[in-house]
């Protein structure tokens, strides 16, 4: 669903509220994000798995859904990644809102709401602002899509192994865990 933005304040306030919709701001629009318990547990194990990783090694930050992205071309629109991954060498310092800077690493996890085509052009989105690398989790067929910057697109299942390349150095993981049983 969406609605347009009638102020700046409103557009903030709807965009940083813990409490109910998540929503996104797309071309000047707040869009309600479509998320499933499904969608959110799966994506707590990515967090999980990525973010343990990345706390072992040092590499940066692994943040959730309710970080609101400004890294777009048109200046009314902030999205929101299920999962994001942000190098400790480009990650800002101190909390300055809205992440302004691409994330490495972005993980969508797909909701039984969610379209094909704004999936893809979601993806296209992302590595348009500069995300390095995207993975579209697909709970449903137990899939994920890996969409590097540069190179050809990949789908994984089943005992595949997931790499960070890299942009995660050193991750890995077989897909099934990101699925529960």
Partial sequence: MATPVTSI???EAALLAKD????ELVDGELRERNVSFQSSRIAGFVMTVLGSHVRAN?????T???LGIRIFDDPMTTRKADVAFISAARAPRGDQGF????????VEVVSPGDKASEVRAKVDEWLHAGVRLVWVVYPEAR???VYPAEGRASILSGDDQLTGGDVVPGFTCGVAAFFPE
């Fill in 9 to 11: 304040e409103e557009t």
């Fill in 20 to 23: 109910g919709p998540s929503y």
């Fill in 58 to 62: 040092r590499l940066g930050s692994v």
């Fill in 64 to 66: 959730d859904s309710e």
């Fill in 99 to 106: 992440l302004r800077v691409a994330p490495d690493l972005v």
């Fill in 143 to 145: 899939e994920v899509h």
